[in-house]
């Protein structure tokens, strides 16, 4: 494959990323973010991630973007005085040696990496039959280190945990952000209404085809979990209050199945999350479906943010 | 000069574009996006390494690109927090100011 175009691709790169951090305007530097999210899922392809570049776009890309973009619009009124107290001239010199400093280390590392170059592929493609799903990166996420995706679930929820507890005292239990009004005759309201059906289809064809394809269940969900906050920003349903109790069941669901099926895995194959030979796939598809709404939840919750509004 | 090159020199640059900006930006929001810039230096790096690990008929090692995706997942996490509470600091002091407190005796009666 000719490097140029990769080339053109890491130059634009280098451009946003620097575009979104020395911008003087916030809104500006988020929005060069958020099509440096888009442009890195392309360099993904171009390094054969594919299940990378489909996380990137729909995570890095686009619920990134969405949060950034709604914390610019609400931190408006505190940019000035940030510009007030800006860096002199002395720590910007030393960041910018800093910084071309680690560049330089790193570039160094780069150039003198090792020539057999150490790989997992072959154990990779040797054990995958065993687990009987197709594809290698779901093999690896579910079974050869399931032990990694368990704890990053309990990280999302224990990030959402964090996020709620950053409410006021007075609107404990209540529900995050405000109500969306839209016009209901409306492009927004039309979209809200006609999207979410494709949408469905598409996040559960993803989840589904991740088993052998490019996919899974992150990317499956993101879609889901957008498809949710459409309906909402809206205006044609509001956010959940956060006290509900199916809500928090829904939350925790996902970790405690992956937990129930790594102690299954404990009694019949010896090992916590070790999975006997001919229930390998049906318990992977256990934990994938068990996490799959624990996933849309704390994805849409998170970007909806900490509660704003009284139980009503 | 390989793909994989090209994207590792890339990152190393992004690396130091982030380090840059969560240095010299005063503003949060702006430090949290040149954070953000900055761990997708170490992605694309990490991705770069998973591609000259290409063997045994796949295009990439699937280790490290699965270790990415649950990082991608894991920094959305984090700034989702980061967010929430840099928008609660702006709720209770009306400023975004990270700067550090006046003594206590330069301040006076409020």
Redesign the interface.
Known sequence: ?T?VV??IV??L??AL??W???VRD?FL??AG?VA??LL?SL??V????L??AL??AA??GG??GA??L???A??RG??A???S???GFG??T???L???G??AV??LC?LA?PAP??????Q???NLDATGVGN??T???LA??AL??LL?AI??VI??A??WS?S?DGVWGGRPGVRHHADPDGVLAYLARLLPPIGIVVGIYLFWAGADHPG?K?QGATILAAMWLLVQMAGLADSPRIDHRGLRAGVVAGPLVFIAVGLLGLWSAGAFLGYPPQWAKPMIVAVEVGMMPTLVLV?AL??N??PARSRR | MSVETVFALAACALVGIGLYGLIAQPHPLRKLVAFNVMGTGVFVLFGALARRGAAAGLAADPVPQALLITAIVVAFAATAMTVALLLRLIESTDSASLAAEPPADDVGPR
């Open positions: 494959m490097p990769s080339l890491a130059l790169l280098l990323a620097v979104s951090v020395v916030a530097a988020v973010f440096y999210g890195l360099v993904w171009r390094l054969f991630g299940d990378v996380t990137e995570i890095g619920l990134t949060l950034l709604g914390a610019v609400r931190l505190t940019e005085a940030a510009w107290e800006r860096s720590l910007r030393v960041a910018t800093l910084a071309l680690v560049t790193l570039v780069v990496l170059v150490p790989t997992l592929a072959p990779v493609v040797a290698p990166i093999g690896v996420l050869f280190r990694d995706t990053e990280v999302l990030a959402l964090g996020v950053l006021p899974g992150f994805l998170l970007l943010g900490a």
